[in-house]
């Protein structure tokens, strides 16, 4: 039996026991999945109880990088984005992955939005940015542009990427005022979300300019940012599949079955009635 949990402090609303059991049962497999609300100064202790009993853990907002002291190694992508959101424990060797970067690209692939060699424009410069950021680097994007409303505050790790020429980093105000377009451009901000509907991230004559569009948020299934892609006449995708696939990669790493693509858009449907 798999023994997982999601490591968080505010995990009330989490969908996260409902899809994690939903694959399991799919898979043929029995296990638990349990909410684990903790306290900064338990970490270390719950992470130890993780060790000793647990076959794998999800961590949420605070701790994907709080618990990386706590991993014996990290993968590529882990390491590179410097944050994890899954962890296996497999012959007592705690490995950190971080499944919102794989997760993003199966989304775009399932779109059939496509990255190598396009113009790629990210909005919002948090926690999701650097995983689709990996993405983009991975999948061999010809050009990356981060938009921020503070690029002066941003983490350092966006301040060295953009000396190192890996991303293009620009005041969100200065490029709406640009009127520039491009492939693809995604949402990686609140702006738009439950219970905020009318909020959008850009004007939406900067949305239209794009071939293709992609929103994180999935609560609402459409919001203002993807109803401005489609009438400029983009592909477009939600943050729904992203959800579904980053716990299906999930899965795989902590049960060594691959979840095919049919299995991701059952559980996509099951989850549009419960958001
Ligand atoms: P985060 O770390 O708090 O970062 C949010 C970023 O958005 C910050 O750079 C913030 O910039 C910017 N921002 C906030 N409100 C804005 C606005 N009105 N206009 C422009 N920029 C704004 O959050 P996160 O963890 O990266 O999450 C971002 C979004 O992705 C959330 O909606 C989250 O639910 C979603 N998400 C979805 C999935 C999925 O599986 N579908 C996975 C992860 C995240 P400032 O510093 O200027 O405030």
Redesign the pocket.
């Known amino acids: 039996m798999m023994r997982l949990a999601l490591l968080g402090r505010t995990l009330g609303h989490s969908l996260s026991p409902a899809i994690h059991k939903r694959y399991l049962s799919a898979l043929g497999l029995t296990g638990t999945y349990e909410l684990r609300e903790t306290e900064p100064e338990q970490v270390a202790e719950t992470m130890a109880d993780f060790r000793a009993r647990y076959d794998g853990v999800n961590v949420t907002?605070p701790y994907k990088e709080k618990v990386i002291p706590f991993l014996d190694s990290l993968s590529p992508e882990a390491k590179e984005i410097g944050a994890v959101n899954t962890i296996s424990f497999h012959h007592g060797e705690a490995v950190g992955y971080n499944t919102?970067c794989t997760?993003f690209g199966r989304a775009l692939r399932h779109a059939g939005i496509f990255v190598k060699g396009a113009s790629c424009t990210l909005?919002?410069?948090?926690?999701?940015?650097r995983a689709v950021i990996q993405w983009f680097r991975q999948e061999g994007a010809a050009s990356i542009t981060v938009l921020?409303?503070?690029p002066e505050?941003?983490g350092a790790d966006f301040l060295t990427m953009a000396e190192k020429g890996v991303l293009s980093l620009r005041s969100?105000s200065e490029w709406e005022a640009a009127e520039e377009g491009g492939d693809l451009l995604v949402n990686?901000?609140?702006?738009g979300?439950f219970p905020n509907a009318e909020?959008i991230?850009v004007e939406e004559e900067n949305i239209r300019r794009f071939a293709a569009a992609a929103d994180?948020?999935?609560n609402p299934g459409a919001t203002r940012f993807l109803k401005a892609a489609k009438e400029g006449g983009a592909r477009t995708m939600n943050?729904?599949y992203?959800?579904a696939a980053?716990a299906a990669e999930a899965e795989t790493i902590w049960t060594g079955r691959a979840v095919p693509d049919a299995l991701v858009e059952a559980i996509c449907r099951e989850l549009e009635t419960m958001v």
């Open positions: 907002i919102d997760g909005i919002g410069a948090g926690g999701a940015a921020s409303r503070h505050t941003v969100l990686a901000t609140p702006a979300m909020g991230p994180l948020i999935y943050g729904l992203m959800l980053q």
